[in-house]
Structures are given as structure tokens and as C-alpha cells.
Nanobody, 119 residues
Framework: QVQLVESGGGLVQAGGSLRLSCAAVGDIFSIVSMGWYRQAPGKQREFVATITSGGSINYVDSVKGRFIISRDGAKNTVFLQMNSLKPEDTAVYYC?????????????WGQGTQVTVSS
């Protein structure tokens, strides 16, 4: 079995920074990609950022220039450095992994971590 374990959420004032971490643990053959999504109250879950095993990176326009996604391949861990946070960044942030197990690709989600930005 594979689990995605997230950490790093919290409460921060507007303009502040937070760093999220997500570690994939279990019997993993390889990771295709890992990324972050978020869901604000009353809204649908939206894509935030993703990074592939080859290092390709994509961001949603609203976080470009403020958020940085990175990974530690040896530890199967992805990070999201969030700078210049705004109240509209408030949401539950979820880690998503596309992981290869026994020749097949599976999608996993973390449990979510709350990020609250006060004005």
C-alpha cells in the first residue's frame, strides 16, 4: 500500500510564507508525478502545481511567481514553498501522486492540510 503524508499547513498573515511537504511512503516502484491541489470552502478542488519525475513543472496562473514546487526524489517527497500569501490562498491543500506499482500507474491523494491566510 502507498500513503501520501502531508505536513506544514497552518495560519499565517497575508504576505507571509508557508512550506508544505508531502512524502509518499510504501512499496513504490517509481513516481511519475506529484502535485498539489486545493479546495476552498464552497468551491471545487483546483490544480495548484505539479512536478514530474523528469523535472517538468506547471503552476496555475494565480500562484505563478509566488509558489515554488520542488522534490526530493531520493525521499519520494514533494514540497510547496508558498510566498506572498494572500487571503484567497486559504484552502485545504491536497497532495496528489501518480505512482507506478507492479507496472501499473495509480493515483493517490493525501489527507489534506489546512492553510489559512488572514488579512
Amino acid at each position: 500500500q502507498v500513503q501520501l503524508v502531508e505536513s506544514g499547513g497552518g495560519l499565517v498573515q497575508a504576505g507571509g510564507s508557508l512550506r508544505l511537504s508531502c512524502a509518499a511512503v510504501g512499496d513504490i516502484f517509481s513516481i511519475v508525478s506529484m502535485g498539489w491541489y486545493r479546495q476552498a470552502p464552497g468551491k471545487q478542488r483546483e490544480f495548484v502545481a505539479t512536478i514530474t519525475s523528469g523535472g517538468s513543472i506547471n503552476y496555475v496562473d494565480s500562484v505563478k511567481g509566488r509558489f515554488i514546487i520542488s522534490r526530493d526524489g531520493a525521499k519520494n517527497t514533494v514540497f510547496l514553498q508558498m510566498n506572498s500569501l494572500k487571503p484567497e490562498d486559504t484552502a485545504v491543500y491536497y497532495c496528489k501522486g501518480q505512482i507506478l506499482l507492479s507496472g501499473k500507474q495509480y493515483q493517490y491523494w493525501g489527507q489534506g492540510t489546512q492553510v489559512t491566510v488572514s488579512s
